[in-house]
């Protein structure tokens, strides 16, 4: 088992992707801490993985002190923390930049970019002093070559890619390691809804050469491979997972939906 002794940490990880996670890297020896605001999700995975080594919090990222509270209890239960995926993440409506409401940008950034570095900067510190971990930031392709309608969410993706580079380049020294995952879409977490919807899922798979969605498990295994020793000299970079997605040009989500209207 690769991830055997190990404690991973995984935000927003209590559903969808985040809980794919979660599974796999139980199912390879480590122990599992997971937070989430949404208690029904938390009672579930709860539920669902109660003969397994898993702590869950109902503690939001953005809630500095909450975090710092989630991560004394994690040393109090396993002593230490190898990893830390930082998943947790929403979506904008979408909407033309001219047109974004103030309270939906800064709820985007306050979770995709502020809990980003708060998780990052708490767990980070135990991990210098311990001089050993590994920081995954789930960001977007959306992120790095942006996207019409997308705005706030793909700034705060590309932040959290640019956040583990520069981290990269301070932490390394102390043995801790960071990088990042880019998927284009996904056929779950964010995109369930849509994908229930036949012409929104046919949209979506010929938005990559590939002619198709992204599969959760790809998603689990690069995570997973990430996380594990043979990739530590990874470090810094952004991953891209998204089937040839760049430099594909297709017709735009955003005005694919609104089309017609």
């Known amino acids: 088992m690769r991830f055997e002794d190990k404690v991973v940490f995984i935000t927003g990880g209590a559903r969808g992707l985040g809980r794919a996670m979660a599974k796999a890297f139980l199912g390879e020896g480590a122990r599992v801490a997971v937070n989430a605001r949404n208690k029904e999700s938390l009672a579930k995975f709860s539920e669902e993985f ?101 705005l706030p969410y793909a700034v705060t993706k590309n932040a959290v ?46 938005r990559a050469p590939i002619n198709r969605m992204g599969k959760v498990e790809e998603l689990v295994a690069t995570v997973l491979f990430l996380a594990s020793p043979e990739a530590q000299f990874i470090n810094g970079e952004t991953i891209v997972l998204d089937g040839g997605m760049s430099g594909y040009i297709q017709q735009p989500f955003l005005d694919m939906i609104t089309k017609g209207k």
């Open 50 to 150: 109660k003969t397994s080594p898993v702590l869950t919090f109902d503690t939001d990222v953005t809630d500095y002190e909450g975090m710092q509270n989630v991560l004394k209890e994690v040393l109090d239960q396993w002593g230490k923390v190898d990893v830390l995926v930082n998943n947790a993440g929403i979506v904008n409506p979408l909407s033309p930049a001219e047109k974004i409401k103030k309270e939906t940008f800064d709820q985007v950034v306050d979770i995709n970019l502020k809990g980003v570095f708060y998780a990052t900067q708490i767990f980070g510190q135990k991990m210098i002093e311990q001089r050993q971990g590994r920081i995954i930031n789930i960001s977007s392709q959306i992120g790095l070559f942006g996207e019409k309608g997308f």
């Open 161 to 206: 890619s640019v956040m583990a580079r520069s981290l990269a380049q301070e932490w390394s020294r102390y043995g801790v390691t960071l990088c990042s995952v880019a998927p284009g879409f996904i056929a779950g977490g964010m995109n369930e809804g849509a994908i229930r919807k036949e012409a929104l899922l046919d949209y979506l798979s010929k």
